[in-house]
C-alpha cells in the first residue's frame, strides 16, 4: 500500500515510490516500483594450476624449453600465462608453452584466472647451463589407442604423449614424422593390414646430445563382420521357431551371433546369443507372427543385421460339439483361435481315417448329405502358412 500526501511526494512502502502533479486542468501520477534484485550467487573457488614439466631443479642443457601443466575449473579456464605470456590450451585441462631461459637460474611462474576473476599461480625453478650434459632421455606413453590393442578399422590414429625437461627435437610414428597437436601430444594416422601391426615410436630431445628413446605399439587389426547370409525361420510348434543362417564369408571371423526378436518388425528385444549358425526361440504365442535379427559380432564391433519372419503354428480350436440338424445333417461348432482358416474332417470311427474333409470353413459349419441313423467322428483344424493343429470330437 501507498499512502499519497496532497500536492507532494507520499510516503511509500519499501520499494515503491508515488509523486501526483496536479495543475488547474489535469492531474498525472506516476507510480514507479523498484522490485528487488535476486542475488546471484558468485563464483569465489579458485582454479588449480601446476606445472608438471620441467620438475623443479631441474638443469637444462638447452635455451630453449616447452613448459607444460594443467590448470582445472569448474566453470571454466579464461587464460593461463607463463612468465606473462599467454600459455597454449591443448585437450581436457592441458596448457603449454615454449619460453626462452637466460644463463643461470630461471623461475618459471604460471597464472590461471578463471571466468570470475579467481587465479591461482605456481612456480618451479630451473637452471640453463649450456655446458651441461643432458643423458636422460625423452619419455615416451602411448595416449590412444592402448598398446597392444584390438581395432576393427584399417586407418586409425596414433596418438603419444612425449616429455622431456630439454623439450623435444622429433617424433616418429612407424619411421614416419608425427604431428605436433598441442603440449606434449603427437600423433600420426596408420594404415593397417588385417591381423598383427607393430610401430616404433621414436623421440629425440633438444639437448646437445640429441637423447633418444623409444617404446613399441601393437596394433590388431580384426574387420567387423559382414551381414550372415541365408536367413531362414520355421515354427516347431505353437510356441517355438527354429532360425538358421549362413556365417559370413567377408569381414573378420565372427565369434558370436546376437538374435533379437520383435512383434512389429520395429523394435527388438535381444533373446539370446550362440556361436553356432542356428537357434530355437521357445516361449512364443500360438499363431502369432514374429519377427527376428541376427547379427554377427567379433571384438572389433557387430555386423548389421539380418531379418526374417516367420509365424507359430495355430493352437488347436476348443470347445469342439456338434448337435443334429436332422436325420441328414449335423453341425460342428467350435471356439475360434488366432488362425487364417479352418478345416472340419469327417470319419466313421474315432481317430480313424476321414471320410472327406471340408476347408476354408468357419463355426459353425453345418455338415448335410448324412445317412440317417450313423454314427460319425468330426475333427477341425486351425491352420495358417506354419501349419495346423486339430480337436475332435
Not at 528487488?36 to 642443457?61: E, K, L
Not at 617404446?215 to 551381414?227: E, H, K, N
Amino acid at each position: 500500500m501507498v499512502a499519497a500526501v496532497k500536492g507532494g511526494e507520499s510516503r511509500p512502502t519499501t520499494g515503491t515510490i508515488v509523486r501526483i502533479d496536479s495543475s488547474r486542468d489535469s492531474m498525472m501520477v506516476t507510480v514507479v516500483v523498484r522490485r528487488p534484485m535476486v542475488p546471484v550467487p558468485h563464483d569465489t573457488t579458485r582454479p588449480i594450476v601446476t606445472i608438471t614439466s620441467p620438475t623443479q631443479g631441474a638443469t637444462i642443457g638447452s635455451a630453449n624449453l616447452t613448459i607444460q601443466g594443467r590448470a582445472i575449473d569448474a566453470s571454466g579456464i579464461a587464460y593461463v600465462k607463463v612468465n606473462d605470456s599467454t600459455a597454449l590450451f591443448g585437450p581436457g585441462d592441458a596448457w603449454s608453452l615454449r619460453v626462452r631461459l637466460v644463463p643461470g637460474a630461471n623461475t618459471i611462474k604460471a597464472i590461471a584466472a578463471d571466468s570470475s576473476g579467481n587465479r591461482d599461480s605456481t612456480s618451479t625453478t630451473v637452471t640453463y647451463d649450456s655446458t651441461a650434459t643432458d643423458t636422460t632421455p625423452p619419455t615416451i606413453a602411448s595416449v590412444s589407442p592402448e598398446r597392444d590393442s584390438i581395432v576393427g578399422s584399417a586407418s586409425f590414429t596414433v596418438r603419444v604423449d612425449v616429455r622431456d625437461d630439454n623439450g623435444i627435437k622429433t617424433v616418429s610414428i612407424g619411421n614416419q614424422a608425427a604431428s605436433a597437436v598441442s603440449g606434449s601430444l603427437y600423433e600420426r594416422v596408420v594404415s593397417l593390414v588385417e591381423g598383427a601391426n607393430s610401430f616404433v615410436v621414436s623421440a629425440t630431445d633438444a639437448s646437445s646430445r640429441s637423447n633418444r628413446d623409444s617404446i613399441a605399439i601393437t596394433l590388431t587389426y580384426l574387420p567387423v563382420p559382414s551381414m550372415p547370409t541365408g536367413f531362414v525361420a520355421s515354427a516347431m510348434d505353437t510356441g517355438r521357431i527354429r532360425i538358421q543362417w549362413t556365417a559370413p564369408t567377408a569381414g573378420g571371423a565372427p565369434s558370436m551371433y546376437t538374435i533379437a526378436e520383435s512383434a512389429d518388425s520395429v523394435t527388438f528385444t535381444p533373446v539370446d546369443s550362440t556361436s553356432g549358425t542356428s537357434d530355437t526361440v521357445a516361449g512364443l504365442v500360438a499363431g502369432t507372427k514374429y519377427f527376428f535379427r541376427v547379427s554377427a559380432k567379433n571384438r572389433s564391433g557387430a555386423s548389421a543385421p539380418a531379418v526374417v519372419w516367420a509365424t507359430t503354428i495355430p493352437a488347436a480350436p476348443v470347445g469342439v460339439v456338434t448337435a443334429v440338424l436332422s436325420s441328414t445333417s449335423i453341425r460342428v461348432s467350435w471356439s475360434p483361435v488366432v488362425a487364417s482358416s479352418y478345416i472340419v474332417y469327417r470319419s466313421a470311427t474315432s481317430g480313424g481315417s476321414a471320410l472327406d474333409s471340408f476347408s476354408s470353413v468357419t463355426s459353425p459349419y453345418d455338415c448335410g448329405g448324412l445317412s440317417p441313423n450313423t454314427t460319425y467322428f468330426f475333427s477341425v483344424k486351425a491352420v495358417n502358412g506354419a501349419g495346423a493343429l486339430a480337436s475332435g470330437c
